[in-house]
């Protein structure tokens, strides 16, 4: 297997990459082969593997989590832009989005500044079969993190195993999946996730199109992922996708990201979540 250590170009930081959109000209290395990244520093950037995942196993995620992929402005920098919304009178709210895309969410959620009590996504409440007969492939994913990543896995799985069980998929270490569809990333860093772990990057390929490559600028590296390849991944450097190019008309690629939502581990039994909820709605508590 292949080892290979990377310069990081932008020592002083890279903070003005961010929301650039990437093509071939940001890598001068593209791996295709499993291999394993590492800075000069002996810090893991990346470990890639062919063939770790299979086919049945992903097409029964992808099948079973397509339905939560939405046209959504929710995803800030990685869409490529972050700015205030525009309300319908022409004022500036003090929600923070981004352009619009393809791209949901499955499993749970923890609080935030709009929706302020933990809780299942839509996609799982709503369509709960579905959620469940993807679960062996989010266990799969697990699985290979535990083998390839073992250091980072034992603390996530700790803080997994310390979170209520409502809100967790299984027994992994993962509480929350991003799915998107066709959707080139633009140069961010991860957030909300919890950040003693690492990421990883699994995709589903229809059709053919070249590029969209997993790219890390900083270090001039990018990936190609195709069926049943896995990618973990230092998600909190700046990393994105290349351009799509030579796309056939009928050409598909869904991406999942697994990961835990770093404040799960506050989330309360879902009866005392809705307690919650409904002083906050009402002003004082109802039974």
């Known amino acids: 297997m292949k080892t290979i250590k990377l310069k990081n170009f932008y020592p002083n930081g890279a903070s003005h990459l961010k929301s650039k959109f990437l093509t071939n ?88 500044a709009m929706i302020p009590y933990c809780r299942q996504t839509n996609f799982a409440k709503n369509y709960f079969d579905d959620y469940k007969n993807g679960i062996p492939f989010v266990e799969y994913v697990d699985k290979k993190y535990k083998e390839l990543c073992p250091a980072y896995y034992e603390k996530q799985i700790a803080i997994a195993r310390g979170t209520n069980i409502n809100y967790r998929i299984s027994d992994t270490a993962f509480t929350t999946v991003t799915v998107n569809k066709n959707f080139q990333t633009a140069v961010h860093q991860d957030s909300g996730d919890y950040r003693d772990g690492f990421g990883n990057l699994i995709v589903y390929r229809e059709g053919s199109y070249d590029g969209a490559y997993f790219c890390l600028p900083e270090y001039r590296v990018a990936i190609d992922l195709h069926n049943t390849d896995i990618l973990f991944a230092d998600v909190h450097s700046w990393h994105g996708n290349t351009n799509f190019y030579n796309c056939s ?31 906050a709605k009402n002003g004082f508590l109802t039974l």
Do not use: W
């Open 25 to 112: 000209k940001d890598f001068d290395i593209l791996i295709t082969e499993d291999c394993d990244g590492f800075d000069l520093y002996e810090n893991l950037l990346f470990k890639f593997r062919k063939n770790a995942i299979p086919f049945d196993i992903l097409k029964q995620g992808y099948e079973a989590f397509k339905g939560s992929i939405q046209l959504t402005d929710g995803r800030g920098a990685a869409s490529g832009s972050s700015h205030k919304r525009i309300r319908k009178d022409g004022s500036i709210s003090n929600i923070t989005v981004g352009n619009k895309v393809h791209s949901g969410n499955v499993g749970f959620m923890d609080s935030n």
């Open 249 to 279: 008309e009928d050409y598909l690629r869904i991406s999942f990201v697994m990961y835990y939502r770093e404040n799960m581990i506050k989330c309360k039994q879902p009866s005392d979540e809705l307690k919650y909820i409904k002083q």
